[in-house]
């Protein structure tokens, strides 16, 4: 009797979240309050491991990263009212209900297969309704290595090279002018 009052007092707290398995590339965003404000954070990486809990709001997943070369792993609750949205990215194919083995692995070797899947597929990983999150208030970390910035430091690079050898041809062709130069003055002392 206990268990039938949990459940249906619990299914009060569920809200729309997509089907998330393990394998699944998602990108949750969180609140998160820091000091009086609050702002959305997003932690993007590998689901490795589901947990169904004892009722349907207990369900937790554990989204694994790799951040600074680490492994950063966090258990989020499914129905948290904290979590804003869960978007999934990617559909890898898995054989196993846990991932716990990638923790061991590094590069290559932790990569998953990813699935292709059709858009009725891709469907089933989405949420049935979607609260809208303000732009304002998501923060995302600012990328680092952009293709633009890398383009511009190639070029930075090329005209750096360029000046380089524009520089050193100018010191060679004043070595050659010096040298012939020179080369007259000897010969009249050896003619004195």
């Not at 394998?23 to 947990?51: D, N, P, S, W």
């Not at 869960?86 to 209900?97: L, M």
């Not at 949420?127 to 430091?153: L, N, Q, R, S, Y």
């Not at 010191?171 to 010969?187: G, L, Y």
């Amino acid at each position: 009797m206990t268990s039938i009052a949990i459940s249906d007092s619990s299914a009060a707290y569920i809200k729309p979240r997509p089907d998330v398995r393990p394998g699944f590339t998602v990108r949750v965003h969180e609140r998160i309050q820091e000091g009086g404000k609050e702002r959305v954070q997003v932690f993007e990486g590998l689901v490795i491991a589901v947990h169904k809990g004892a009722t349907a709001a207990d369900q937790t997943f554990t989204v694994r990263r790799i951040a600074s070369g680490v492994g950063v792993e966090k258990v989020f609750p499914l129905h948290s009212p904290k979590i804003e949205k869960i978007e999934v990215k990617k559909v890898a194919r898995v054989r196993r209900a846990k991932l716990f083995f990638l923790r061991g692995r590094r590069g290559k070797s932790a990569r998953l297969s990813e699935r292709f899947t059709t858009a009725d597929e891709f469907a089933v990983a989405t949420p049935v309704e979607e609260a809208e999150v303000p732009v304002e208030d998501i923060v995302e970390a600012p990328i680092e290595d952009t293709e633009e910035t890398k383009e511009e430091a190639k070029e930075e690079a090329k005209e750096e090279a360029k000046e380089e050898v524009k520089e050193e041809a100018k010191e060679e062709s004043k070595a050659e002018e010096a040298i012939e130069e020179e080369a007259p003055k000897e010969e009249d002392k050896k003619k004195e």
